[in-house]
């Protein structure tokens, strides 16, 4: 198994452009999740999702969108990038909600 | 408002040198302890759950405990590689918005051969 999955590892984006992070998961788990990670912030989570065609709102939502089509991919998208989404983006993905977690290796964006 | 308050924020031990790391929590309804280990640019790697108070758990150097309001990692006779941050995270519910884990800010432990 793979496990969680993230590409790209490093982006630099222009204020303005939009891009989409991937996740894939190969473990069959029906919770997934997008956390950014910035220093002295902990993990804060973006958005996520119970089950394929079901996504929700997580603490720092604005800028981002998310969409789950198949139970492996929960891609997360930019959709216009602002400096202050510069950060390191996880992955993670779980049997159900609230269980133990496993976490991609993160996307290090930085937007100028 | 729910809180997950991680101390100390760093913590240099020698090798060897035992120690604990702190978690502290004020949600209501406890359905979980998380504790996570993350290496310096590397996701998050589980290491144990907690549901109840006087609950332990261990994986070699280290012990997990539980509280009602806070939960220990003890670390014994560390090494050098146990060098990483440590995560706490909470849930506090069961479904919708509220069955999420709620993260500290993590310890930094660092162990000087």
């Known amino acids: 198994n793979a496990g969680v999955t993230q590409t790209p590892k490093f982006q630099v984006l222009k204020t303005g452009q939009s891009m989409t992070l991937q996740c894939a998961q190969d473990m069959n788990h029906e919770y997934m999740s997008w956390y950014r990670q910035d220093p002295g912030m902990g993990l804060r989570l973006i958005h996520y999702?119970?089950?394929?065609?079901?996504?929700d709102q997580g603490e720092v939502p604005n800028g981002y969108n998310v969409s789950r089509s198949t139970t492996e991919d929960f891609p997360l998208r930019l959709l216009s990038a602002a400096p202050s989404q510069t950060s390191v983006y996880f992955c993670a993905s779980s049997y159900s909600q609230g269980n133990e977690q496993f976490f991609g290796p993160g996307t290090r964006l930085t937007v100028l | 408002e729910d809180q997950v308050t991680q101390s100390p924020e760093a913590l240099r031990l020698q090798e060897g040198e035992s120690s604990s790391l702190n978690c502290s929590y004020t949600v209501s309804g406890l359905r979980g302890l998380f504790w996570y280990r993350q290496d310096p640019g590397k996701g998050p790697e589980f290491l144990f759950t907690?549901?109840?108070a006087g609950e332990e758990k261990e994986k070699e150097r280290l012990k997990a405990t539980l509280t009602k309001k806070e939960s220990f990692l003890h670390i014994t006779a560390p090494k050098p590689e146990d060098s990483a941050t440590y995560l706490c995270a909470v849930r506090k519910n069961y479904g919708g918005s509220q069955g999420n884990l709620i993260f500290g800010k993590g310890t930094k432990l660092s162990v000087k051969p």
């Open positions: 907690l549901y109840s």
């Open positions: 999702s119970v089950g394929a065609g079901i996504t």
